[in-house]
């Protein structure tokens, strides 16, 4: 017997975990961490329906917190397995789980010294010291290298173009073929390749954060180019928030590439976030796996700076840039504004019309970020309230998922439909319209994952 659970990004977009059941053997494919809406994030401290040492394995889709950020949690309550990735993920991964054990070890610290958390005290979800033993269990498997993880279980992990290092999770067993999606990357974008064509899988899992939706044709930086330029003639600050590992890359790709047009001026750019700039890192040591054509004419990770551009390397030195009027464009994580440094920017940016926030990702519900491009004017930072007068914007062009028409081009590949396609990470609008136009457009039988269904494959 093979069955399915839907453990997370059921429903959400959010916290995705999939168990698989394979005998007596139990396989979790990504241990993400709920974010966002506050029912949501009490998942987070809810025990899972199985125990962690009955896990036999993990296997990680890439690094993104929503697909790795539980793994300490379960370390810490036991889990001793192996825990599957690409050599990226488990480069990036490392970067992810100790910055995020670190937010909520200082995020327990500020609620207890300020008192606006309703838990006396208020405790971290996992510490550092859980996120560097669930790091030792990290264990790298290179693409379309099928590898044995249980008694007939075999991984083979297939580039996804999302995110350096991700993957989808390709699990062959009782004779059956089960492709686990993760998140599908772009096609035809900066810094990574396509994603990999498939061809057949008996059971499917695919992504729906866009499912309903069509990204910005790309307007070769003109968004971009506009927003800088006004934003310096008022004299304001462009504020960035970003994932750091990932997203970075591509708005500095950009904002790199319109100074040399000077299709902008060349103003300082900070990047105040450790865990970008060690991410740099890992990407120029992985350059065999970016996308050739942009690191033509480019070495390293020269492919990711700007002239006028500052790793920022101490809290010190980022309380000075947040106090500093200078006309500047300061990029900080987090990308939906949840918490790090930005959070500090925003807090001294957001009241001043001269100044622009950018918001260049997806915005899950719940969160500060989604708030903010919703149109709240007042938003709440570190317990205090901040009114929003700076100007509010999105660009959706760079965006690592794939719209509704690159989910169809992907799957265009399939030579027969899957017995069966589990539509998960998503909201609800997007599931059902990808779900609508997987019916119309493929015949294909097609069914929305609930939060702890359980299916037989």
């Known amino acids: 017997m093979v069955r399915l659970t839907f453990l997370g990004a059921a429903g959400t977009v959010t916290g995705s975990k999939h168990l698989l059941d394979v005998g007596a053997h139990r396989i979790l494919v990504d241990c993400g961490l709920f974010q966002g809406l506050k029912d949501l994030r009490a998942r987070n401290w809810e025990p899972l329906p199985v125990a962690p040492d009955d896990l036999h394995a993990i296997v990680l889709t890439h690094a993104h917190l929503d697909h790795v950020g539980y793994l300490p949690r379960l370390v810490a309550q036991g889990f001793r397995g192996r825990v599957f990735c690409t050599p990226g993920t488990k480069d990036l991964a490392g970067l992810v789980l100790r910055d995020a054990a670190r937010i909520q070890e200082e995020d327990a610290r500020d609620a207890n010294r300020y008192g606006y958390s309703k838990h006396h005290p208020a405790l971290p979800l996992y510490t550092t010291v859980d996120a560097e033993l669930a790091l030792t269990m990290l264990q790298p498997v ?48 900066p810094v990574l390749p396509d994603p990999t064509p498939v061809d057949r899988a008996d059971t499917l899992l695919i992504e729906s954060t866009y499912g309903n939706r069509r990204h910005d044709v790309d307007d070769n930086g003109e968004q971009l180019a506009r927003l800088v ?163 509010i914007e999105r660009l959706d062009s760079m965006s690592a998922h794939a719209d509704v028409d690159e989910i169809m081009r992907w799957l265009g590949h399939f030579t027969s439909a899957p017995t069966m396609t589990y539509l998960v990470h998503g909201e609800s609008e997007a599931l059902h319209a990808l779900k609508d136009r997987l019916a119309t457009d493929k015949q294909w039988p097609v069914h929305v994952a609930a939060h702890q269904e359980q299916v037989e494959l």
């Open 142 to 189: 290179g693409y379309e290298r099928p590898m044995p993880i249980a008694p007939d279980v075999q991984l083979e992990f297939i580039n996804a173009g999302h995110l350096l290092g991700s993957a989808f999770a390709r699990i062959t067993t009782a004779g059956r073929v089960i492709l686990f999606g993760g998140d599908l990357g772009r096609y035809g974008r």
């Open 229 to 391: 330029n006004q934003t310096h003639d008022r004299g304001g600050k462009l504020i960035i928030p970003s994932f750091a590992i990932g997203r970075v890359n591509e708005v500095i790709y950009w904002l790199d590439r319109l100074e040399d047009q000077q299709r902008i001026p060349v103003l300082p750019v900070f990047v105040d976030s450790p865990m970008a700039a060690r991410a740099f890192e890992f990407y120029a040591q992985h350059s065999e796996q970016l996308d050739p054509e942009m690191l033509a004419g480019r070495q390293g990770v020269r492919a990711f700076y700007t002239r006028r551009m500052t790793m920022v390397a101490s809290p010190q030195q980022s309380k000075e840039i947040v106090a500093s009027r200078q006309p500047s464009i300061v990029i900080a994580s987090s990308g939906m504004a949840t918490g790090g440094r930005v959070l500090y920017h925003l807090r001294a940016t957001l009241p001043d019309a001269r100044n622009t926030i950018l918001f260049v990702g997806y915005q899950a519900a719940g969160t500060r970020g989604r708030r903010l491009v919703d149109g709240e004017k007042t938003v709440r930072i570190k317990g205090a309230d901040i009114a929003v007068h700076a100007r």
